[in-house]
Nanobody, 126 residues
Framework: QVQLVESGGGLVQAGGSLRLSCAASGGTFSRYTMGWFRQAPGKEREFVAAISWSDITTYYADSVKGRFTISRDNAKNTVYLQMNSLKPEDTAIYYC???????????????????WGQGTQVTVSS
């Protein structure tokens, strides 16, 4: 059974940094594309960043490009999201997700992610 557990959220002032972690269990972590999504109050969930199983390919939403960095440690079954220069509009619940199928090359399609964590709250004050 696949489980994803996020941690690292919290309250930070604008311009600050946070590092989110997502620990995965069940399945062979290194075979799967991983992604981060977020949902702000009153808004739909949106893509933030993704990293391929091979650790070669990464994608970012335009709104976070240059400020956020996604990475993974396959030895620790963990994916990270380093968030710098945070803005109040980054406030949201952040979710970690795993692709349904191994070696999937489609990093952007939310429908391809079949497993989700419970989310971690990130609040950026102005």
């Amino acid at each position: 059974q696949v489980q994803l557990v996020e941690s690292g959220g919290g309250l930070v002032q604008a311009g600050g940094s946070l590092r989110l972690s997502c620990a995965a269990s069940g399945g062979t972590f290194s075979r799967y594309t991983m992604g981060w999504f977020r949902q702000a109050p009153g808004k739909e969930r949106e893509f933030v960043a993704a990293i391929s199983w091979s650790d070669i390919t990464t994608y970012y939403a335009d709104s976070v490009k240059g400020r956020f960095t996604i990475s993974r440690d396959n030895a620790k079954n963990t994916v990270y999201l380093q968030m710098n220069s945070l803005k109040p509009e980054d406030t949201a619940i952040y979710y970690c997700a795993r692709n349904r199928t191994p070696y999937n090359r489609d990093l952007l399609d939310e429908g391809k992610y079949g497993y989700w964590g419970q989310g971690t709250q990130v609040t950026v004050s102005s």
